[in-house]
């Protein structure tokens, strides 16, 4: 790990029992909010795919601001992928399953048939997210890219359920 991504790494704070008891929630506002940790965040997210894609997608919330960081200097376009509710028409819509709870996702049906894209998430927890994110791509026509994230939460076993993604950072427990 380079020094540039330990101290964005070191940026991220933790919250006890938030959302809920038993919850260890990571938080990367202070990463998101300091623009060095930022630009070599998404440099080093899209480091293995690039090339290989036309189109960002950002699942809601944290992956928006991060996705289309990522579009704006990649020069591609960014879907966003959103809670269930938020869309006057969507295209597609899955339910999946949180590490507290369920829920459910859509996204517009903006795609080009064939775009290649590249999900970016905040926190692979326990993958539900972004396998509910691939579904909704080839719904839509598109072909996932790769997926990465900026921290993975390996106790819950994410990538059993969300195949195989690019994790900046690791946290054990």
């Known amino acids: 790990m380079t020094d540039s991504l330990a101290r964005a790494e070191a940026l991220i704070t933790l919250t006890p029992d938030y959302p809920e008891p038993g919850v260890l929630f990571r938080d990367i506002s202070a990463l998101l909010v ?11 997210l899209i480091a293995p ?7 960002v997608a950002g699942i809601e919330a944290r992956g928006f601001l991060l996705a289309g960081t990522i579009a704006a200097t990649s020069g591609v376009g960014m879907l966003p992928i959103r809670k269930a509710g938020k869309l006057p ?8 399953h949180l590490e507290y709870g369920s829920a459910v996702i859509e996204a517009p049906g903006v795609l080009e048939p064939g775009a290649r894209v590249l ?3 905040d926190v692979l927890a ?6 509910a994110s691939r579904q909704i791509v080839a719904a839509l026509g598109g072909e996932v890219a790769g997926a990465a994230v900026v921290l993975e939460l390996e106790a819950l076993g ?7 993604v690019h994790a900046l950072f690791h946290a054990a427990d």
């Open 119 to 121: 999900l970016v998430d």
């Open 126 to 131: 326990t993958g539900g997210t972004l396998a």
């Open 34 to 44: 300091d623009a060095e940790a930022l630009r070599t965040v998404t440099e080093a």
């Open 89 to 96: 028409n969507p295209a597609a819509s899955v339910e999946y």
């Open 49 to 55: 795919f690039a090339g290989t894609f036309d189109v």
């Open 158 to 164: 994410g990538r059993r359920t969300a195949g195989d």
